[in-house]
T-cell receptor, first 112, second 111 residues
Framework: NAGVTQTPKFQVLKTGQSMTLQCAQDMNHNSMYWYRQDPGMGLRLIYYSASEGTTDKGEVPNGYNVSRLNKREFSLRLESAAPSQTSVYFCASSEEVPYEQYFGPGTRLTVT | RKEVEQDPGPFNVPEGATVAFNCTYSNSASQSFFWYRQDCRKEPKLLMSVYSSGNEDGRFTAQLNRASQYISLLIRDSKLSDSATYLC????????????FGKGTTLSVSS
C-alpha cells in the first residue's frame, strides 16, 4: 500500500516551458487535491476533485490546469511556467467523510 | 480575519517540557478539525483528529472549544523527535469542500 505517490520529486523548468505533475493514490479515495506550499504562505489549495469526473478551483488556480484521469489519478499541468510558480507541490487524497487528507511526498519545482 | 490562524512561533522548549499550541478558526460552521505534523522538507502527516469531547493519543492531547472557535494541541514530556511544524486544519464537512490549513507553528525541542 503506497498511499499517495507523486512524480517527479524534483523539476527545474525554464520560463515558458510546460510540464505535468502526476499523482496517484491506492486508498480508493474519492477526493483528491493539489496544494502549493511557499515559505510564509502555508498550504494553498490550487484545485481539487471531489469525485471522479469533477474538478473545482481552489484558492490559487491561475496558471494551472488539472485532469482527474480516473479514481486513482489526478494530474496538475503548468502550461507556461513562470518564476512565481516556483514552489513545493503536494497532492493529497481523502474519503468524503471525515475528510482527513493524506499527502504525497511532494514535487519541488524551480522555474528559472 | 484569516480563516485559520496559528502563532508561527518558534516555540523553543527543553526536553521534557509541556507545550501547547492554539489555532483559531473564523467559520463557525466548521465541522471537522485536525492536527498535522510536518517535518522539514517533508509532506504533512496526520497527527490526530480533534473531537468535540477532546481526545488523547499518548503524550498528545487535542481539544476543541466551539464557543471560542479554537482548537488546541498539548504535547507533554517533549522529545527531540517532536521538533517539527504543527499545522491545524478545519473543514466544513460539505461534499466538495477542502481542508483549510493554518500556516503552522514551529516547535524546536532541545536537549
Amino acid at each position: 500500500n503506497a498511499g499517495v505517490t507523486q512524480t517527479p520529486k524534483f523539476q527545474v523548468l525554464k520560463t515558458g516551458q510546460s510540464m505535468t505533475l502526476q499523482c496517484a493514490q491506492d486508498m480508493n479515495h474519492n477526493s483528491m487535491y493539489w496544494y502549493r506550499q511557499d515559505p510564509g504562505m502555508g498550504l494553498r489549495l490550487i484545485y481539487y476533485s471531489a469525485s471522479e469526473g469533477t474538478t473545482d478551483k481552489g484558492e490559487v488556480p491561475n496558471g494551472y490546469n488539472v485532469s482527474r484521469l480516473n479514481k486513482r489519478e489526478f494530474s496538475l499541468r503548468l502550461e507556461s511556467a513562470a518564476p512565481s510558480q516556483t514552489s513545493v507541490y503536494f497532492c493529497a487524497s481523502s474519503e468524503e467523510v471525515p475528510y482527513e487528507q493524506y499527502f504525497g511526498p511532494g514535487t519541488r519545482l524551480t522555474v528559472t | 480575519r484569516k480563516e485559520v490562524e496559528q502563532d508561527p512561533g518558534p516555540f523553543n522548549v527543553p526536553e521534557g517540557a509541556t507545550v501547547a499550541f492554539n489555532c483559531t478558526y473564523s467559520n463557525s460552521a466548521s465541522q471537522s478539525f485536525f492536527w498535522y505534523r510536518q517535518d522539514c522538507r517533508k509532506e504533512p502527516k496526520l497527527l490526530m483528529s480533534v473531537y468535540s469531547s477532546g481526545n488523547e493519543d499518548g503524550r498528545f492531547t487535542a481539544q476543541l472549544n466551539r464557543a471560542s472557535q479554537y482548537i488546541s494541541l498539548l504535547i507533554r514530556d517533549s522529545k527531540l523527535s517532536d521538533s517539527a511544524t504543527y499545522l491545524c486544519a478545519v473543514t466544513l464537512n460539505q461534499a466538495g469542500t477542502a481542508l483549510i490549513f493554518g500556516k503552522g507553528t514551529t516547535l524546536s525541542v532541545s536537549s
